[in-house]
């Protein structure tokens, strides 16, 4: 059998070619994606080894709440106390702030996109000057790449926006960050002070974020030593437990990065399974004739199936490796991009882990046998008699079980869904729910949609042949020809088109509240925020920027706001809170109180919050809450107000004096002015322009602002989707090739008779057209449904208002067709360059 | 049998028409230097043994295929001079073919087999003509019928009609009964013979079955390539004693 198998593969050098396509694609992307994403984890590890490898052990407040950026801080008096400890020889302060922001020679702020601005104080461990000297008094070092990229000169004097003011620094050295020869400072800029320098700008003031110590003794010994001298407010960490953390600390710069691209791998497979499978039900079936004749003489039903799959090993086996091959290679030039993009990233080799070699055989060899299964059964199932046939159909399968099946396979996959949106569960249920949701309905819909392939393609087959006569005829009744390979063919597109149209959905969703909050409950006048990415946790601006705009005759008042996710616990649960002058902010926002009073709400003792958590403590106004913030501190806070709209303050509302207790951060995240004049623009205009990288706005920019952002996020997201477009069309191309071979003779025939080739690549082009149509349209019908049950499950506090981008949706439609068009252009060349005798007698 | 005055009301000709396969030691000659004239509303038949180069004639006449020495002539119009595109011009206006089997698209009706060359021009055609056409094909009914609902007669008959129905001015038949059985074969063979008695059509037509061969006006017999003898009103007795003379 293995040699029949053979046989026919290399006999059917194209079929094979594109069948192995189709498998290789879903491979190498799989192997692209994790070979990447280990390498640069491995690149990592490697680096915090580095750093943390400097330091013996770490001296640190303990944390148990909250962010990182909110761990408390030390007084710099425990340096001495360390340091006088038996077998530390060396025991060195350090403190760090993110969001320290270098004004370069034009007078733009440097931002890095994504990773954080730190501001640090110097160590000749970790920083190893290649120009200049170390910082003193007023002077600063900043990394080699950031000077590069922004041409910031030694010698020069440049403002540096801190968490409390903005100050003018002079450069006086560049370092290499990590390792002595290559800067590793993975995209962020560290503008570096001396220590006192550090504690007074970055607003530590007497205080240490850290100590690091070096020891000449048994270091388990010392670190209990320095344990009990510090006490229990402490903790004392191992090299190892520092490189773990600086590790995963590296890793969330890159873990969206990685989970993008582990995202769109899962497509690509998902949508790789639909085309492999398309293609060995399209090989089966034009191999009717030849297995009716092998049945003919003598071979068995069940050697004519294990030929099959001995044939779909043999093109697993041989994809796998093709794309494992090309996978690295893919890992490699992604790589090199993401180094020519500026981000400082150390080299290393490239890893291939066993795990992705397992993966990839998996994929490759596993989705090729499954979806050799059903062409198998159906192969055993041909008879000697088909060899004389003419027709090459098999019996198509009942429409009317074909729309049961595939519709209670399609709700199961929907109640999952529904189940994952509405948040169901914790974060790992709700993310396998809508993911298997997810896939179970588009399997549904694959196996239903073949029964309405036929209909909805010969309408939307009517134009092309008003359009275009005989050619357009024809390419409308070659696209309803086979309704099942019409189905999956355009399946295939509509993966990557629902979950556009999905995001599209939400996103107009989340644009449309933006506008609505705005309007209604948005009082103030002026908004001030960094121009960084509002999704950093850590962007702001100094807080001395409110008080400056505060001082304006032309401003009534102003309000700073501040976030911490996670920054505080009550009720045993960590909860996200923002903050705000509760004497002013009734002013500027409405938060829709539904019981007491925000203003006149004591700042130290105060705190306002949303009905729903209200309800679940059972608390009213007046009642006392138990809340304990990052410096392990728990306050007995009174409810003052309980709110109805977390669009504006989320859930938990405190005062900024509250909040100066018990956090490090003095920057503001957000701020807010109500204009006391008319004319108050050129004041707001004035004041932000002393400190760059930090805007200004006025209600409709301020709106506009927002709503481009979401529109730009949401269409990074959708082109990233799209790219399973590309897959989708390798596929439409690879089923119309064999379609084209299929219909070898009919097109000698139409040839024979008077057809041209423009006119029989232009037939083909739109057969490709239609299909690729209907995938765009059942991708976009699904994708609204999805997007918009999506948008009323999410919260509100992100879309009160639901909306559907007709345009934008419509778009995706002609869009699908034309990549459908484009798709052709091969197949349809082939077709074009048939010899007519040739192709008349064919078999 | 002078074919060398050409007529000029010759359908379409050959002459010194040669066509070689392959090349070096493997080159076939199919056909030797033919000289042959179908003249307008006449019904030829081609005979000769298998492998004489009767469907390589048909081809290279029809404009499917080109010669490689000679030319051949639609009407006035030398198909040497034209390009890929205005051969297929040609073929789609001025030329019919029917194949021996599978002459029908799948996916179009009867009806729109029939009118595939036209459709494919953008042109209407000769209405009256085409339901003239239409009717002497006896399937009036079935006309909105797709191939795989009719039978291989049924299907032939379509092919034969769909020739006939752009009016071109030769039409060639390869083997148009060799698929199908006695009573079906008679029946598309009435139906050529009546379109050139009735409508005027020119046909030539290959053909191994003597009885078929009897139904045209003139029969011309192929031997390697080359026209060996050619006899007008033919019976089937005839051409059978001819066939075992030219002993094959
Ligand atoms: N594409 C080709 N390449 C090479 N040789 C060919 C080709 N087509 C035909 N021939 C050869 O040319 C000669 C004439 O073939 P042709 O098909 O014209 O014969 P025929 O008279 O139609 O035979 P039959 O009665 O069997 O149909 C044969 O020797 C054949 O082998
Ligand atoms: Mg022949």
């Known amino acids: ?843 | 049998m002078s074919v060398a005055a050409p007529p000029t009301h010759a359908a379409a000709r050959a002459v010194a028409a040669t066509k070689i396969y392959g090349s070096g030691d493997t080159a076939v000659r199919a056909l030797d230097a033919i000289d042959v004239t179908f003249e307008q509303g006449q019904f030829t038949a081609i005979m000769g043994p298998s492998g004489s180069g009767k469907s390589t004639l048909m081809h290279c006449m029809a404009g499917l295929d080109r010669v490689t020495e000679g030319q051949v002539l639609i009407g006035e119009v030398d198909l040497s001079t034209l390009s890929e595109r205005d051969l297929t011009l040609l073929r789609r206006d001025n030329v019919g073919f029917v194949f021996q089997a599978f002459n029908l698209v799948p996916t179009l009706t009867a009806i729109e087999n029939i009118m595939l060359p036209m459709d494919l021009a953008g042109s209407a055609g000769d209405t009256d003509w085409v339901d003239e056409v239409v009717s002497a094909t006896g399937l009036a009914d079935r006309l909105k019928h797709r191939p795989s609902e009719l039978s291989g007669g049924q299907q032939q008959r379509v092919a034969v009609a769909r020739a006939l129905a752009g009016q071109p001015q030769v039409i060639f038949a390869d083997e148009p009964t060799g698929n199908v059985d006695l009573n079906t074969g008679a029946e598309i063979l009435g139906f050529m013979r009546n379109a050139v008695d009735e409508m005027g059509q020119t046909i030539v037509m290959v053909t191994h079955d003597a009885v078929a061969a009897s139904y045209a006006d003139r029969v011309v017999f192929l031997v390697d390539g080359k026209i060996v003898d050619e006899r007008t009103d033919p019976t089937p007795e005839r051409i059978r004693a001819h066939m075992n003379q030219l002993g094959a």
Not at chain 1, 804 to 830: F, K, N, Q
Request: aromatic residues 6%; proline residues 4%; hydrophobic residues 50%.
């Open chain 1, 1 to 843: 059998m293995l040699k029949l198998a053979l046989r026919n593969l290399l006999d059917k050098k194209i079929r094979f070619a594109l069948t192995t396509l189709s498998v290789v694609t879903g491979v190498t992307f799989v192997v692209g994606t994790f070979a990447l994403t280990d390498s640069l984890r491995s690149t990592f590890g490697d680096l915090a080894q580095d750093i943390a490898g400097e330091t013996d052990l770490t001296v640190r407040a303990a944390q148990e709440i909250g962010n990182e950026a909110d761990r408390p801080t030390m007084p710099d008096s425990l340096l001495d106390e360390v340091a006088a400890i038996d077998g530390v020889v060396e025991a060195s302060g350090t403190v760090q702030a993110r969001n320290v922001v270098i004004v370069d020679g034009d007078g733009e702020a440097i931002r890095p996109q994504g990773p954080p601005a730190l501001g640090m104080n110097f160590s000749s461990r970790v920083f190893f000057l290649i120009e200049g000297r170390a910082p003193v008094d007023q002077e600063f070092v900043v990394d080699a790449t950031t000077a590069a990229n922004n041409d910031l000169q030694v010698g020069e004097t440049y403002d540096i926006n801190g968490p409390v003011r903005s100050q003018p620094f002079e450069l006086v050295g560049i370092f290499n960050f990590g390792s002595p020869d290559t800067n590793t400072s993975l995209g962020q800029t560290m503008s570096v002070f001396d220590t006192r320098t550090a504690q007074q700008f970055l607003g530590f003031g007497d205080r240490l974020a850290e100590i690091r110590v070096l020891v000449n003794a048994d270091v388990a010994e010392v670190r209990a030593a320095i344990g009990a001298a510090v006490g229990a407010d402490y903790e004392v960490i191992t090299q190892e437990i520092a490189a773990e953390e600086q590790t995963e600390q590296f890793q969330n710069v890159l873990n969206i990065f990685t989970s993008i691209l582990l995202v769109f791998a899962f497509i690509a497979v998902f949508v790789s399974a639909f085309i492999i499978n398309n293609t060995f039900q399209i090989v089966v079936t034009q191999r009717v004739r030849e297995i009716g004749l092998w049945r003919a003489i003598g071979v068995t039903p069940k050697q004519v199936s294990r030929s099959i799959v001995v044939e779909s090993a043999i093109v697993g086996l041989l994809s796998t490796a093709i794309g494992i091959a090309v996978g690295m290679l893919v890992s490699l030039v992604m790589r090199a991009a993401i180094r020519a993009s500026g981000f400082g990233l150390p080299s290393g080799p490239l890893v291939l882990r066993p795990r992705t070699v397992v993966l990839a055989v998996v994929i490759g060899l596993g989705v090729t046998m499954i979806a050799s299964i059903v062409p198998a059964m159906r192969a055993r199932r041909i008879t000697p008699i088909a060899a004389l046939s003419q027709d090459h159909r098999i019996e198509r399968s009942g429409w009317r079980r074909r729309v049961a099946v595939g519709g209670a396979v399609t709700a199961a996959g929907v109640v999952c869904l529904a189940l994952g949106m509405a948040g169901v569960g914790s974060t790992a249920a709700v993310l396998a729910l809508t993911g298997i949701g997810a896939l179970v309905t588009f399997v549904g819909l694959n196996v239903a949609s073949p029964a309405i392939a036929r209909p909805v393609v010969r309408a939307l087959g009517r134009p092309v042949q008003a359009l275009f006569g005989m050619p357009g005829r024809l390419a409308r009744e070659n696209a309803a020809r086979n309704p099942r390979r019409t189905a999956s063919t355009a399946g295939a597109l509509m993966i990557g088109v629902t979950l556009m149209a999905t995001t599209s959905v939400v996103g107009a969703s989340v644009s449309s509240t933006i506008a609505d909050v705005l309007s209604d409950a948005v009082r103030a006048d002026y908004f001030v925020r960094s121009e960084a990415s509002p999704f950093d946790p850590a962007t702001g601006f100094p807080a001395q920027l409110l008080n400056d705009l505060e001082n304006r005759d032309e401003i009534e008042s102003v309000v700073g706001y501040r976030v911490a996710f996670g920054g505080m616990v009550v009720g045993g649960d960590s909860r996200d809170v923002v903050t705000a002058d509760f004497d002013t902010v009734e002013r500027h926002m409405d938060g829709d109180v539904i019981s007491g009073s925000i203003t006149g709400g004591d700042p130290l003792t105060g705190i306002a919050l949303h009905v729903d958590p209200a309800d679940d403590l059972g608390v009213a106004v007046g009642d006392t809450l138990e809340a304990t913030f990052p410096d392990n501190q728990t306050d007995t806070l009174t409810v003052t107000a309980i709110f109805a709209d977390a669009a504006i303050y989320g859930n938990w509302l405190i005062d900024n004096a509250l909040w100066e207790q018990h956090f490090g951060r003095r920057d503001y995240r957000f701020g807010t002015a109500v204009a006391q004049v008319e004319d108050s623009q050129v004041a707001v205009a004035e004041v932000t322009a002393r400190y760059p990288g930090v805007i200004g706005e006025n209600r409709d920019e301020f709106r506009e602002a927002n709503q481009s952002l979401v529109n730009s996020i949401f269409a990074v997201i959708t082109v990233l989707l799209g790219l399973s477009f590309v897959i989708a069309l390798i596929g439409i191309a690879n089923t119309l090739a064999l379609s084209v071979f299929e219909r070898t003779r009919e097109i000698g025939l139409l040839r024979a008779v008077g057809m041209t080739r423009r006119q029989l690549r232009r037939a083909v082009r739109w057969e490709a057209a239609i299909v690729a149509t209907f995938g765009g349209l059942m991708g976009v019908v699904v994708g609204t449904v999805l997007g918009v049950a999506g948008s009323l499950a999410t919260p509100d506090s992100f879309i009160t208002t639901v909306d559907v981008p007709y345009a934008t949706l419509a778009v995706y439609i002609v869009v699908a067709g034309l990549a459908g068009l484009l798709a052709a252009v091969l197949p349809a060349r082939r077709a074009g360059r048939m010899n007519i005798l040739e192709a008349i007698a064919h078999e």
